[in-house]
């Protein structure tokens, strides 16, 4: 159950895209496409962004989008606004249980 | 509307206990996966347990396995966490959250727990 693998910090200007990866193993990211994004705001609850890789819920901007490419999934946000400032975080089902990246912080210069 | 509030955070001594509880409303909870996830300062989220909406499946983080205990009250539409034999590496804000597609759909507030003597 060790934690996936994300950068500590990435960061664009407004209207440029940004990638933050999320690295793990084949018993979790590259075994089975439930890898799921949250954002975080200081003081909020998290929130949802993308579920199975590349699903996004009602509500979220079509300007995120995932992807897998073996044992490393990739969250995309395109048309950086400001309000995209925040702590990202990967997930992944590991069977039976879960496990989380450590949380990257997505800085909009 | 789909909410859940936590409470029961505060401060123990290290062996200590607690009980968190969750309280959803706005949605079928007998029929969802619940789940507790946590956030040390300054660290990433960490999955603690889950349980499925009859309370008849289980899983625990190997961290808490034999200290912590999920469960739920469906009646009450209400989850817990019994934590014991608190350590300080079990400080951390303590989230409750939905399971849905895979993934958690929706999260409270959080309640904070600090284990320090």
């Known amino acids: 159950q060790s934690a996936l693998t994300q950068p500590p910090s990435a960061s664009g200007s407004p209207g440029q895209s940004v990638t933050i990866s999320c690295t793990g193993t084949s018993s979790d990211v590259g075994g089975y496409n439930y890898v799921s994004w949250y954002q975080l705001h200081p003081g909020k609850a998290p929130k949802l962004m993308l579920f199975e890789v590349s699903k996004r819920p009602s509500g979220v901007p079509d300007r995120f989008s995932g992807s897998k490419s073996g044992n490393t999934a990739s969250l995309t946000v395109s048309g950086l606004q400001a309000e995209d400032e925040a702590d990202y975080h990967c997930c992944s089902y590991a069977g039976s249980s879960w496990v989380f990246g450590g949380g990257t912080k997505l800085t909009v210069l | 509307e789909v909410q859940l509030v936590e409470s029961g955070g505060g401060l123990v001594q290290p062996g200590g206990s607690l009980r968190l509880s969750c309280a959803a409303s706005?949605?079928?909870?007998?029929?969802?996966?619940m789940r507790w996830v946590r956030q040390a300062p300054g660290k990433g989220l960490e999955w603690v347990a889950d349980?499925?909406?009859?309370?008849?499946?289980?899983n625990y983080v190997d961290s808490v396995k034999g200290r912590f205990t999920i469960s739920r009250d469906n009646g009450k539409n209400s989850l817990y966490l019994q934590m014991n034999s608190l350590r300080a590496e079990d400080t951390a804000v303590y989230y409750c959250?939905?399971?849905?597609?895979?993934?958690?759909?929706?999260w409270g507030q959080g309640t904070m727990v600090t284990v320090s003597s």
């Open positions: 959250a939905r399971g849905w597609y895979w993934a958690f759909d929706m």
């Open positions: 706005g949605f079928t909870f007998s029929r969802d996966w």
């Open positions: 349980i499925k909406g009859d309370g008849s499946a289980k």
